[in-house]
């Protein structure tokens, strides 16, 4: 499966903004679909996920409550609403896949876990 992520820009802190995934190539009923991000000079931190079969979503902390996943299932779309943002949100966001065996796999955090991620979409929030 590709992925390419797109949306990024500049926000003030305690605004909002609409990063998109675009997925293709294969089916996406056992996938996962993660958003991971990464600052500068920091590791890939997982953001959230979205397992596709049931639409079942699962969020990092730091983000619970401020950012939404959603999907639009015909047009293999996944979307990251970030609302609340704060300067610490600042980072590349990418979108990643993660293949499962079965639909009923629990969504993994590890950020390595994750694959076939595509160019990223930065994201800087103002303070």
């Known amino acids: 499966?590709?992925?390419q992520a797109s949306g990024g820009g500049l926000v003030q802190t305690g605004g909002s903004l609409r990063l998109s995934c675009a997925a293709s190539g294969r089916t996406l009923s056992h996938y996962h679909i993660g958003w991971l991000r990464q600052a500068p000079g920091k590791e890939h931190e997982f953001v959230g996920a979205i397992r596709w079969s049931d639409g079942r979503t699962y969020y990092a902390d730091s983000v619970k409550g401020r950012?939404?996943?959603s999907r639009d299932n015909a047009k293999n779309m996944m979307y990251l609403?970030?609302?609340s943002a704060k300067p610490e949100d600042t980072a590349v966001?990418?979108?990643a896949a993660r293949w499962t065996s079965?639909?009923?796999v629990v969504i993994t955090t590890a950020p390595s876990s994750y694959n076939n991620r595509g160019l990223g979409t930065l994201v800087t929030v103002s303070s």
Do not use: A, G, K
């Open 1 to 3: 499966v590709q992925l």
């Open 67 to 69: 950012f939404t996943i």
């Open 81 to 83: 609403q970030m609302n």
């Open 93 to 95: 966001y990418y979108c």
């Open 102 to 104: 079965s639909t009923r």
